[in-house]
């Protein structure tokens, strides 16, 4: 690449004009330049066109007789249509270098058989000769028995596990059946009491094999991308639980009828192709099946049909009727999808919701389910839809509900008014939105796969997280995509309208405004606009093309059809807009040519097709003329034919062209031969050929009146000019004319525009271009002239000014990289049209281009500091080129492999880049002459795709991670010394191809999070712990194909994604999120998502770049993750106690309820009491359990009748012995396991909250605090009499062993106490006669103790040789135990020889099968069976009597942490989330076959999705309902039945930093290093309103006081970490004020008295007095500076008798045992010092590094005593009287 070659941006240059031209460094990045050769005549300016009236013209003469037209006959509509496309949510198709996954088939499978003999209808079992199976399989129990209701024989299959017993047909999977009906008919009958499977693989048209099963053992709907289950209800019955289950006594013969197109259509979005196989598992009686393409109606007998519009069902299909019987009270019909739902008869590329699916509620999730109906009505099967009550997965809305059926009828009134009117088109699927709404959110998956994106309608009152839509469309860098001939004028010449792949945009030319039409999938081919602005038409490139109708001037699709032509090549409107022409080809390569009328659409008509013709010959120009909307011409190779319509029919007729017909002619234009001339018969035509011919030929004789050439005015070298003929020398190509009134411009392929007067006589004006000039067009004044070229250029020639605009350029190639540059406001782009472009973001104009033919650029990135940017290059070369000077400054080559990413540190100081060989070099970028510090080789993954995400700098600058060293692994290395710190490998199997997954991009989160993201192969993206490796969340099916690139907003607030073809947005903060809002726009896969530097925009790069603006703040301070917001209705004037149902979380139906003693208040007494010294008392009792008030105003003391001046000490503690008595505790260790018991049938129910165990009662609330641990808990275990509960702790910091205590359950009191281990219990049990407690100790320990429940001695006791994560008793053997580790199974029996047990041990490994992982939980099942988890996800059965695992399946995507068993149900809890319950009966039958048993036994019945790892859980014996607990810190009440999680206990994540109370004491408040704000009722310790700040730490708060009474001006004043204030109002639960006065944490805040100011300390000792109305900061004290201010505290005192004038007497403590007490009025600005105290520190300590807190306060009584605390000597409580200077004890 030659350096220095940039275009600069400059004025172009008239010759004569006097305006110079200007080149910098190459070419200049400037309009067309007028070229010198063009002679301006002197009289040019009169030669200047006007504006004239158009005349109309003529064309054929009345009785004229054309020429025979070889017209090869009217065409008929290609086959197959193209999906319509959608502003909202499209289906991106995968791109060809990422195939869709298939089944692997036989050719005899992709070559279905041909369907003419299988009309009307076809006898499978008769076809495929199933009585001889020779073409299809039987196995297990599977006879022929007659059946007395048929009088027939029938197929009876029975068994009692469904896999194992079947037919299946054809015999081989490698075989297919190649049935192409559309209806499937299947003549059953369930067998009594039993479960049956139905399994369809169905072939979609593009190979993809889908399995679709339907059974009554499925409790719910379940999809993927290749398989469906559905549940099949034999008898609908009225409560839901109840609609699955086996198959009632009286199970009648089922007719079930399949739509196979549709059931593909409405759940997966693709083309229904063939039936490939079917298998028909037990316990059924099957008589027959069938396919046909017709709809037969079972239960309508040949008399009947006559007079009704349906299909009788054939003899040899029907089902016998006795005489005066009704078919429907003998036999069941089964229609699934119901006949009402209506489908597209094509995939539909807008992924919108199923026209049977209604959205309730915040989070609704429909369950389609076939309900077998006996009544005698038309359809039988409804889907059912569910509005779920609060769940984990989704936010929840304010009460649970029922699950209600939603008819169709409804539904589909709903989807119809969605659209609004004036929606209509040809076809009843294509209803199309307004194209200004270009979004939708996916907040939930209607009846489709996950993967997919289905457009929601949010209901209720409360906001979303996310704005809908979050992001719009605002410019778009680009023109062209499937051609530049497509640019116009409209018809006042004030925007110009243009394509830019798959959007049209109208720009504003005197303002640079765009405007959209956005809805096309593929790129737009052709474009035409009506005479008046009202109708735009467009057509799609991709075969076969989709086009739309518009309203131009509001922007909405009217109307959305399929053109019978597999290609649209041209369009053209006639002048009223009541005619519409397109030119193309059918599917066999001809071209045809079409006519529609669309005179009603604008009316709410429909497009209708006049005509349609085929031509053999070539039409590349076709133009509807002015004068007669009847009339037509078109030009091609060699011809030129005028069209008429008439009679329904176009024909044609050629022009003799003599001499011409040779010549290939590109584009075509009408003028009037004489000015003024009303007559039709005066219009011509122009015509133009590459050759430079230009054509005059009279329409009314059709021929040629004048031959006209355009030659070059010099030869190329030569000093003078020569004159050349029409007839010699080479002519140059003209490629577009367009003519006005007064002139005709031309634009040719030697890059010049030229403007002629009509007789040609000389050349007016003419403009240089860049490239050949592909498209011309006149405005309708004349003034103005708007020319294309092939190299993406669009402009126009003002031809008054002679000044040449430049409107867009474009890359002519796909963008392959993005960055920007903050201080300037620029963009930098690669592609692989091998240039580096810069742009204005504010104007989207270039700046400069860098061009390079040798070495095409791969990466970009700008300096942060510097005006240069970095360049990577396909030779390795890494180049950083000034943006000053337009030059190259360094080049380094360093790699041998093209560069595949460059990145940046924030600071500027580093730069990586990695290259296709592996490779990692590191730059030193302090100085503009950069170099080389590092190159590590075989670092990067050397086969991973050029990715501009393949590299991340942490925000911080300080973490470097990259995918490598292979695709699996994704590493962490500290950006400046290049260590490795972390690799993590993320290679699991994916199954949907049977591949390990790879990872794609990196990309690092805000340093507060430190998280690490990471898109994976798997379609999944993965949240990292960037530290530790762990993985903190994941986001499932984000797109069908690998993401490329995505980027987290600082805030944290907003993922971004470019997933295919689209962009999607994640509600990141929110952990159960939804799901995506998902945008269209481009039309190949988007390369590049990034946020602009002020998070206010995006920018996405594919086919072009488009840039959206954020329509959201991108910080939050009043939404918080796992719920919605507050609904913003104020709490009114009434206590705060109204607004608890306003509370952002759900609270639980039944709250605990305080006790109704009150705890006694603190009391200042006169004296100390007789015979006692309270201060020497103080210090010398023991010290309580440290409580983390940090504000004194949270204590009221009672007020007394001696003067406060007299106070000598504190009153003693209570008879009782204790300060404070603990009155209810808000929360759950989530980092326990099996920290939380319940028993259903006591009603007994314990947790773990810190060192305490929380027994609470879920009826009344009322809790109980059993405490006595040193350390916190670990975990809980409860005996099976439940009168006794162990809890075991931790070791502390003050004991060498654990502690596992004993507690009574009736009493509360701890009677024993035992320390078995030196670390950490890990897992307690009690043995099923609760004789023996065995304890189990962590991976360090690996201690196993046994210990007799009678006194708790020590049993026996034994190191394990390995790690053990669980240990289970076996309820059916009290002698027996086992424990799951690393590999291995260990089975104890434990043998008594007296007073003695002795241990005997078998160690059985976990088979290969099983996986590699270590087994992490365990539950004994039915005997003998063990089931065991595994870290990898499976759940494994082993067989206890003979040591062997025999069944294994896939049930998560992370560890199983958790199982529990009963009856025959299993429910599994797993590290993602997800809670699991399986039905397992049929595992105990396939225990004799051993390792060959399988797993298709076992259903998932639900599955619920909760806000962490599940670490807890209790269930009744019925597993109906249950506890759960989760790392979150979160207590969920699970009912399976009812599919809801309701939250019972949930408090801070993380540490609570302050506690403040409201001054009438009815709530509290709290604030947490997670960033919350929580406000409490105290009555109900419910959360009532929480604010909540992303990415920041709330380390301080304050309440204000209360504001002459008026309760509604309550607010918050919350101190961070990054130095902000934030004011809330708690009765409008808003944000009122933001402000930054520190530059540093925020460590106190309090309010002035009035409420009228706010004073703040931060950690440099700075304190801030501030106005909290306008967030102004008007002093600053930095007497306390150097150590941190821990209190602030304000009183309300006169101050005249300490010496000093004001209103307010606040103190200030810091941390260097010093407090400072002033005097204010901030009123008048007044702030005087009143006293100033020291207190010594104590010279050597035990918590030196760790100390507590200094913490001062005044009396609330009397403002002149101040109690103060801090380290010291001695444990005391100072007070000290400011007006006695002394201290007052």
């Known amino acids: ?172 999977s490698t075989q297919s059946l190649g049935l192409t009906g559309r209806y499937l008919y299947v003549l059953f009958r369930p067998l009594p009491s039993k479960h049956f499977v139905i399994h369809l693989d169905v072939s979609s048209k593009d190979n993809q094999v889908i399995r679709v099963s339907f059974s009554n053992l499925f409790k719910e709907f379940k999809s993927t991308a290749t398989w469906l289950q559905f549940p099949l209800v034999l008898e609908a019955r009225t409560p839901q639980r109840d609609l699955v289950g086996l198959a009632p006594s009286g199970a009648r013969w089922t007719c079930l009828q399949l739509d196979l197109q549709d059931v593909l259509l409405v759940y997966l979005n693709r083309c229904y192709g063939h039936l490939k196989s079917i298998r028909l598992c037990a316990s059924l009686l099957v008589r027959n099946l069938y396919t046909s393409d017709l709809c037969f109606e079972p239960a309508i007998s040949g008399a009947q049909w006559a007079k009704l519009p349906v299909t009788p069902m054939p003899r040899e299909m029907a089902f016998p009727v006795p005489k005066g019987e009704s078919w429907h009270d003998r036999y069941i019909h089964v229609r699934f999808p119901s006949e009402s739902l209506k489908v597209p008869s094509k995939p539909i590329e807008k992924s919108c919701s199923p026209p049977e699916a209604v959205l309730l509620g915040p989070g609704p999730q429909p369950l389609p389910c076939l309900v077998a109906s006996s009544k005698p009505v038309r359809f039988s099967v409804s889907p059912v839809v569910q509005t779920p009550s609060p769940t984990a997965s989704g936010r929840a809305p304010l009460a649970p509900r029922p699950f209600p059926e939603v008819s169709l009828s409804q539904e589909r009134s709903d989807a119809s008014n969605a659209d609004g009117p004036g929606f209509h088109s040809l076809e009843p699927w294509a209803q199309v939105e307004a194209s200004d709404v270009h979004t939708a959110a996916a907040g939930t998956h209607v009846l489709t796969h996950e993967s997919a994106e289905v457009p929601v309608a949010r209901t209720g009152s409360c906001e979303g997280f996310l704005p809908d839509p979050v992001l719009r469309l605002k410019g778009v860098i680009g023109f062209g995509g499937h051609g530049t001939r497509q640019a116009l004028w409209t018809p006042d010449g004030a925007a110009v309208v243009y394509p830019c792949h798959a959007v049209i945009v109208v720009l504003l030319v005197d303002t640079g405004e765009q405007r959209f039409f956005l809805g096309h999938t593929d790129k737009v081919s052709a ?146 031969a004489r000015d003024g001339c009303p007559e039709p018969s005066a219009a011509m035509l122009l015509v133009c050929s590459r050759s430079g011919h230009i054509l005059e030929i009279d329409c009314q004789r059709m021929v040629v009146r004048h031959a006209r050439r355009l030659l070059p005015t010099r030869t190329p070298g030569g000093p003078h000019p020569q004159k050349q003929t029409f ?65 993406g250029h669009l402009g126009f020639l003002d031809t008054l000014s002679r000044v040449y605009h430049m409107l867009a ?77 337009a030059e190259v400054l360094v080049e380094h080559t360093c790699h041998r492999g093209a560069v595949t990413s460059l990145t940046a540190t924030p600071d500027g100081r580093l730069l990586f880049s990695s290259c296709s060989q592996g490779s990692l070099a590191q730059y030193s970028c302090a100085d503009p002459q950069w170099h080389v510090l590092r190159v590590a080789a075989d670092m990067v993954c050397p086969d991973a795709p050029a990715s501009p995400s393949a590299l991340a700098v942490s925000r911080d600058g300080r973490l470097l991670a990259f995918v490598g060293p292979s695709r699996c692994t994704v ?110 726009g481009h039309s190949e896969p988007v390369q590049a998502v990034a946020f602009s530097p002020d998070q206010q925009q995006v920018l996405s790069a594919g086919d072009a770049v488009f840039l959206w603006d954020v329509l959201a703040a991108t910080e939050s301070d009043q939404s918080f993750p796992g719920a919605p917001p507050a609904c913003k209705t104020g709490l009114g004037a009434g206590p705060l106690e109204d607004a608890a149902s306003r509370a952002s979380e759900l609270p639980r139906q039944q709250v605990p309820k305080p006790s109704q003693a009150s705890p006694p208040r603190l009391g200042v007494c006169a004296r100390p009491p007789e015979g006692g010294d309270g201060a020497r008392d103080t210090r010398n009792s023991g010290a309580p359990r440290t409580t983390y008030l940090a504000s004194c105003k949270a204590f009221t003391p009672a007020r007394v009748s001696c003067s406060p001046h007299s106070a000598k000490g504190t009153c003693l503690p209570p008879a009782s012995g204790g300060w404070l008595r603990l009155k209810a505790v808000v929360g759950y260790s989530g980092n326990g396991r099996a920290n939380m018991v319940w028993r259903p049938d006591t009603g007994f129910f314990a947790y773990t909250c810190g060192r305490l165990v929380v027994v609470e009662d879920l009826h009344s609330g009322a809790q109980q605090h059993w405490s006595g641990h040193s350390a916190e808990i670990s975990t809980l275990a409860l005996s099976h009499s439940a009168q006794v509960l162990a809890s075991a702790s931790g070791r502390s910091s003050t004991t060498a062993h654990c502690q596992i205590r004993v507690w009574d359950v009736s009493g509360g009191l701890c009677q024993h106490l035992i320390f078995p281990h030196s670390t950490t219990v890990l897992a307690l049990a009690f043995s099923p006669d609760d004789r023996l407690l065995v304890t189990l100790g962590d991976h360090d320990g690996r201690t196993l103790a046994l210990w007799g429940t009678a006194t708790y001695d020590l049993v026996s006791s034994t190191r394990l040789p390995e790690p053990v ?24 029996l434990l043998q008594l020889r007296g007073a003695d047990i002795s241990l005997q041990v078998r160690r059985e490994p976990v088979p290969e099968a099983v996986g590699a992982g270590e087994l992490t939980s365990l539950c004994y099942g039915a005997p003998p069976l063990l089931y065991c988890g595994t870290s990898s996800g499976q759940v494994c059965v082993w067989d ?210 009035d409420g009228q100011t706010v004073l703040s300390g931060d950690k440099d000792g700075l304190v801030a007095v501030s106005h909290p109305r306008t967030g102004t900061t008007f002093r600053v004290l930095s007497d306390h500076q150097g150590a941190p201010i821990s209190t602030i505290c304000v009183t309300c005192k006169e101050c005249e008798d300490l010496g000093v004038e004001g209103t307010d007497l606040w103190l200030a403590a810091s941390g260097d045992q010093r407090v400072s007490v002033w005097a204010s009025d901030w009123l008048r600005n007044r702030c005087e010092l009143v006293d100033w105290l020291s207190f010594p520190m104590p010279a050597t300590t035990e918590t030196q590094g760790h100390l507590p807190p200094s913490l001062a306060a005044f009396c609330p009584w009397d403002g002149a005593l101040l109690m103060y605390v801090g380290p010291g000597v001695y444990k005391e409580v100072i007070i000290y009287n400011l007006c006695q200077k002394q201290s007052a004890c």
């Open 971 to 1080: 590493t962490v290395m500290g950006s400046a010394s290049l260590d490795e710190l972390l690799r993590v490998d993320i290679g699991t199997l994916d199954l949907a191809s049977s591949r390990l997954d790879s990872a794609m991009a990196v990309c690092f989160g805000p340093a507060a999070l430190g998280h690490l993201l990471v898109s994976t192969s798997s379609n999944r993206v993965v949240v990292l712990d960037a530290v530790s490796g762990r993985i903190i969340r994941e986001l499932p099916g984000v797109h069908p194909e690998p993401c490329p690139s995505l980027t987290l907003s600082e805030d944290a607030r907003f993922l971004l994604i470019a997933a295919g073809r689209t962009i999607k947005v994640w509600d990141y903060a929110t952990q159960a999120s939804p799901g995506p809002q998902v945008y269209i």
């Open 809 to 885: 350029r474009s890359h002519t190639a796909p963008v392959l990289a993005l960055a920007m540059e903050q201080r300037r406001g620029q963009l930098a782009t690669v592609s692989q049209d091998r240039t580096v472009r810069i742009w204005d973001l504010a104007t989207l104009q270039q700046l400069y281009d860098f061009t390079s033919s040798e070495e095409a650029p791969c990466a970009v990135t700008f300096h942060p500091t510097r005006p240069t940017f970095f360049c990577g290059f396909s030779s390795g070369a890494v180049r950083s080129f000034s943006l000053e000077a």
């Open 1440 to 1649: 206890t009597r003979a040591g062997r695992c025999f069944l294994s399946w896939e049930a998560d995507d992370g560890g199983i942490g958790l199982l529990l068993f009963s009856g025959s149900r299993l429910v599994s809890g797993s590290s993602t989330g997800r809670l699991c319950l399986w039905a397992v009966g049929a595992v105990s039958e396939l225990r004799c076959k051993g390792s060959g048993a399988r797993s298709s036994s076992v259903f998932m019945e639900h599955e619920l999705v909760l806000d962490g790892a599940v670490v807890s859980a209790s269930f009744d014996d019925s597993v109906d309902m249950g506890v759960v607990g989760t790392t979150a810190g979160t207590l969920w009440f699970v009912s399976w039945a009812e599919g809801t999680s309701t939250r019972l206990i949930s408090g801070h994540r993380s540490k609570v930093n302050e506690v403040v109370f409201s001054p009438g004491e009815s709530h509290c408040a709290t604030c947490s290093e997670d960033g919350s704000v929580r406000v409490w009722a105290l009555a109900s310790m419910e959360l009532v309103i929480q604010f909540q700040v992303l990415n920041q730490s709330c380390l301080c708060l304050a309440w204000s006081p209360p504001c002459c009474g008026r309760p509604e001006q309550q607010r918050l004043a919350a101190g961070y970490g990054d130095g902000s204030l934030r004011i809330f109002s708690i009765s409008r639960t808003a944000m009122e004020l933001k402000m930054h006065p520190h530059p540093v944490a925020l460590t106190s805040v309090a309010f002035s008295t």
């Open 727 to 791: 007839s010699s020398g080479p002519g140059i190509a003209i490629s577009s004319l367009s003519v006005s009134p007064a002139m005709c411009a031309v634009g040719s392929e030697d890059g010049f525009l030229r403007l002629w007067p009509l007789d040609f006589s000389s050349v007016l004006l003419e403009a240089e271009h860049e490239g050949p000039v592909s498209s011309v067009c006149v405005s309708p004044d004349g003034l103005r002239v708007l020319s294309a070229t092939s190299s």
């Open 1365 to 1388: 994560h669980g240990v289970a008793f076996n309820p059916w053997d009290a002698g027996e135990l086992t424990c799951v580790g690393q590999g291995t199974v260990t089975f104890w």
């Open 527 to 672: 474009l035409a606009l009506d005479g008046s602005s009202s109708l735009l038409a467009s057509a799609q490139a991709r075969a076969p093309s989709v086009m739309r109708l518009w309203d131009f001037q509001t922007g909405r699709c009217l109307c959305l059809f399929r053109s019978p032509m597999h290609v649209v090549c041209s369009l053209s409107f006639s002048d009223s807009g009541a005619l519409l022409c397109g030119v193309g080809k059918d599917h066999h390569g001809r071209t045809m040519v079409v006519a529609w009328g669309t005179g009603q659409v604008g009316l709410g008509g429909e497009v209708v097709v006049l005509a349609k013709a085929h031509t053999d010959f070539d039409v590349q120009a076709f133009r509807v003329t002015f004068f007669d909307e009847t009339r037509m011409a078109s030009c091609g190779q060699g011809s030129v034919r005028l069209w008429r319509l008439r009679g329904g029919a176009l024909r044609s007729c050629p022009v003799d062209l003599g001499e011409h017909h040779a010549l290939q002619f590109t584009d075509l234009a009408f003028k009037q």
């Open 1 to 172: 690449m030659a350096r220095g070659s940039a275009r600069l941006a400059g004025v172009p240059r008239v010759p004569g004009s006097g305006v110079p031209g200007s080149r910098v460094g190459g070419r200049s990045a400037q309009g067309p330049r007028l070229g010198p050769e063009a002679r301006v005549p002197a009289q040019a300016g009169s030669r200047l066109p006007g504006a004239h009236p158009r005349a109309p013209g003529a064309w054929l003469p009345s009785g004229a007789r054309p020429r025979p037209a070889s017209l090869a006959g009217v065409g008929v509509a290609g086959e197959g249509a193209e999906s319509p496309g959608s502003c909202l949510v499209p289906e991106a198709r995968p791109s060809p270098a990422v195939a869709p996954a298939r089944v692997a088939e036989s050719p005899d499978a992709r070559r279905p058989l041909p369907a003419a003999w299988q009309h009307p209808f076809l006898n499978v079992f008769r076809h495929f000769r199933v009585d001889e199976w020779k073409r299809s399989a039987k196995q297990g129990d599977v006879a022929v028995v007659t059946d007395k209701t048929l009088k027939g024989a029938v197929y009876r299959i029975r068994g009692s596990v469904s896999a194992a017993n079947y037919i299946q047909l054809p015999k081989s």
